[in-house]
């Protein structure tokens, strides 16, 4: 893991001096919308440099508000989510309402805070210290399974490995090479019968190497694929589809 000090300053910018880092990290943490969230510029500043603050619209869409990063909050994942109208329509299609997404990739999680990239563009960290009043919880069927009483303010962390099992599809690049085990030989690009020739799911990971199986094999009989590399250190080598709406 790889890091330097990035001095993202610019005219007339209260942008602090963030951190740089270019590795993968460790995973993805997600956190409730019901209050305000503090950023910090290091892991022991006493104030934060910026608020993240999210608020609904007027039209049902979410709106991600920050004084100081504006246009430089570029998390892992942003989305608005649908506005009233388009809900409606994505629904008469037999689809859902889409809800607003906010996913930050985490490069260090302690007991105390989370390491996390809040611009992708430039790989700039900054620090979300962890609320004791927050529930943790490190898969998000921990989080749906949770009994009453709800608490409504949480983080989802979740490591790759748990974010590659639950998701949907994961896609792999043409002619991405498979392996028999991690480290072992080579073997042909499986031959697959539902037009979505690089469409697979995640049914182990082992450091850098994942093991691939049919993505409607939900009874996991069919044997698996085999092994890809995953990822690279720095970048995902596959594409990651969370859900899916059939």
Same mark, same amino acid.
């Given at each position: ?110 007991? @105390?805070?989370?390491? $996390?990239?809040?611009?992708?563009? /430039? ?5 979300? =210290?962890?609320?004791? %009043?927050? !529930? ?64 697979? @799911?995640?049914?182990? $990971?082992?450091?850098?190497?994942? /093991? ?5 094999? =939900?009874?996991?009989? %069919?044997? !698996? ?22």
């Amino acid at each position: 893991m790889t890091s330097i000090q990035a001095f993202s300053q610019g005219p007339g910018s209260p942008l602090p001096e963030l951190t740089r880092y270019d590795s993968l990290g460790t995973g993805i943490l997600q956190v409730s919308f019901e209050e305000k969230i503090p950023l910090y510029a290091s892991a022991d500043a006493t104030i934060p440099f910026d608020t993240l603050e999210i608020k609904r619209r007027a039209d049902g869409s979410t709106a991600f508000l920050t004084r100081v990063l504006k246009n430089k909050l570029l998390p892992y994942q942003l989305s608005q989510g649908d506005t009233h109208e388009s809900g409606r329509r994505h629904i008469n299609m037999g689809l859902i309402s889409f809800p607003p997404v906010l996913q930050f990739r985490v490069i260090q999680a302690t007991a @105390h805070h989370f390491q $996390v990239i809040i611009n992708e563009k /430039e790989n700039l960290t900054c620090f979300i =210290y962890i609320n004791p %009043k927050y !529930a943790l919880y490190k898969t998000l069927a921990q989080k749906e399974q949770t009994e009453a009483p709800y608490n409504p303010c949480w983080y989802l962390y979740e490591t790759w490995e748990h974010f590659l099992q639950r998701a949907y599809i994961v896609s792999t690049k043409p002619n991405t090479t498979f392996y028999a085990a991690p480290n072992g030989k080579t073997i042909p690009f499986p031959s697959m019968q539902d037009g979505c020739r690089e469409c697979f @799911h995640v049914a182990r $990971v082992k450091g850098e190497w994942a /093991e691939l199986i049919d993505r409607q094999d =939900y009874s996991r009989k %069919k044997p !698996a694929y085999g092994w890809v590399k995953w990822q690279n250190g720095k970048a995902l080598e596959v594409s990651v589809m969370e859900f899916g709406y059939e």
